[in-house]
């Protein structure tokens, strides 16, 4: 019997050439077709109702076995990846939040990519320094001393290098992501955007972002569509009731998708972020199953069916 599962994690799949946005971190679309090739050869595209059923206990999954997921709703999904993957018969996982696709607004994870697209991920010193001039302003207006740690103590603890990113880079994600209270967090991230992208959010969102129009299709032609939360906030670090209303909030979009109150869904965990609160939320609510950013191959448990790993696709040849 095999349980071993190989999830690959995509994200924006795009041309490299000169585009609106450059310096943003993408598989590129040729590469993605030699990388489909690759995996078509290899291994053997499984689909979400394949996972639920083998963690059900209903089939066995074939050897090298492999399950393809696109994070964030990108509109590159449906222009460039939905085609491929129809065109070869493979189902894929989409996972787009609420407010990306309904409220058309830029989600605030890629309003860093694109700051450090525009800066460049190999010197980010001149948005270091703005960060730092912003943040010391912010400390003297804050009359309830929310943040009174110093910039200089901030950099030392958050400077960690990462799997992908520097440790100045890491930094950047850490300061704009979580580590500040969300009042100033979100302040200085909106600060930094709207001086380099002075363009209304809507018009960036409907460049970025698929439509429900686009995922209904999707859904009517096999794909899979599940829950990436609302705002796509780092669920772990809410409370419980802030990751229900996410979760309901992502819930009622996807009925919308499906046109109907009763359909199969699972969750990929915005930041892969969860704690067991989350996952006791996800199967009370009948969630199949969820996955992480976890860089290994899945293994197929049913008790740890809301905790599936995940590669990614810098880990698959191109």
């Known amino acids: 019997m095999n349980n071993s599962l190989t999830i690959v994690m995509y994200h924006y799949v795009r041309t490299r050439k000169p585009a609106r946005f450059p310096g943003l971190r993408v598989r590129d679309t040729e590469e993605f077709s030699r990388q489909l090739d690759y995996i078509q050869e290899y291994y053997t595209p499984v689909s979400a109702e394949d996972v639920t059923d083998s963690l059900n206990g209903v ?72 960060t730092k001039t912003l943040y010391e302003q912010f400390q003297k207006e804050d009359e309830y001393q929310l943040l009174p740690e110093s910039y200089e103590k901030l950099r030392e603890r958050l400077s960690v290098a990462g799997r992908y990113d520097s440790a100045d880079v890491m930094f950047i994600k850490a300061i704009l992501q979580y580590a500040l209270p969300s009042y100033w967090r979100s302040r200085l991230l909106d600060n930094l955007f709207s001086e380099e992208f002075p363009i209304d959010r809507e018009i960036i969102a409907s460049e970025m972002y698929m439509s429900l129009d686009m995922l209904r299709v999707m859904a009517k032609a096999g794909m899979h569509i599940g829950s990436h939360g609302a705002s796509h906030a780092w669920l772990d670090k809410l409370p419980v009731e802030a990751q229900v209303d996410e979760i309901e909030q992502s819930l009622a979009m996807l009925s919308d998708i499906y046109c109907s109150s009763s359909f199969m869904w699972s969750i990929c965990y915005p930041f892969g972020g969860n704690t067991v609160e989350t996952q006791q939320i996800c199967k009370k609510r009948g969630c199949a199953f969820g996955v992480t950013t976890v860089p290994q191959i899945a293994t197929l448990i049913p008790e740890h069916r809301f905790l599936l790993s995940r590669i990614d696709t810098n880990d698959i040849p191109a």
């Open 59 to 130: 089939k066995t999954l074939p050897e090298r076995a492999c399950f393809l997921t696109f994070d964030d709703g990108y509109l590159d999904h449906y222009l460039t990846v939905f085609p491929e993957l129809s065109k070869r018969g493979i189902s894929g996982a989409f996972y787009p939040p609420v407010t990306a696709v309904q409220r058309k607004d830029v989600l605030e994870v890629n309003k860093i990519q694109l700051l450090l697209g525009r800066y460049g991920y190999e010197d980010v010193s001149p948005l270091i320094a703005k």
